[in-house]
């Protein structure tokens, strides 16, 4: 992890990942809808909805950052790479394609297919 030039810190890989391989594994919690009520409002903005569960993001996962064109993509286990990941490059996903709850944000990912703003589908 370190700062990113998409936002605040980010994930970047070390070494060369191919597409595929799992990126991080586990670093998320299924939570109840009971769970996600009492969670502090700064814990919120790392939930997904996967399936139709509540899946909250753990470091270092919640760190990865939104690309309009992603190299990674996250399921309620891990993010696995989409295509091959250089080392040093920045783990993204597309977190439009998470269904992060209530999602609506300013776009900085500067990929030539740039949505410019996020919101949640
Ligand atoms: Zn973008």
Redesign the pocket.
């Known amino acids: 992890m370190r700062d990113s030039p998409i936002h605040g810190r980010g994930v970047f890989a070390t070494r060369r990942i191919e597409a595929g391989e799992v990126v991080i594994d586990g670093c998320r919690e299924a939570l109840s809808d009971e769970a996600v009520q009492s969670l502090p409002a700064e814990e919120r903005e790392f939930l997904s909805v996967m399936d139709g569960h509540h899946i909250l993001m753990k470091p270092p996962s919640r760190f990865v950052n939104?690309?309009?064109?992603p190299n990674a993509r996250g399921t309620d286990e891990h993010d696995v790479a989409v295509r091959v990941i250089e080392a040093g490059e920045e783990v993204t996903v597309d977190y439009a394609a998470e269904h992060v709850p209530g999602l609506s944000m300013t776009?900085?990912?500067?990929?030539s297919n740039?949505?410019?703003f996020?919101v949640a589908l």
Do not use: E, L, P
């Open positions: 939104h690309s309009c064109q776009c900085n990912c500067k990929a740039c949505r410019g996020i």
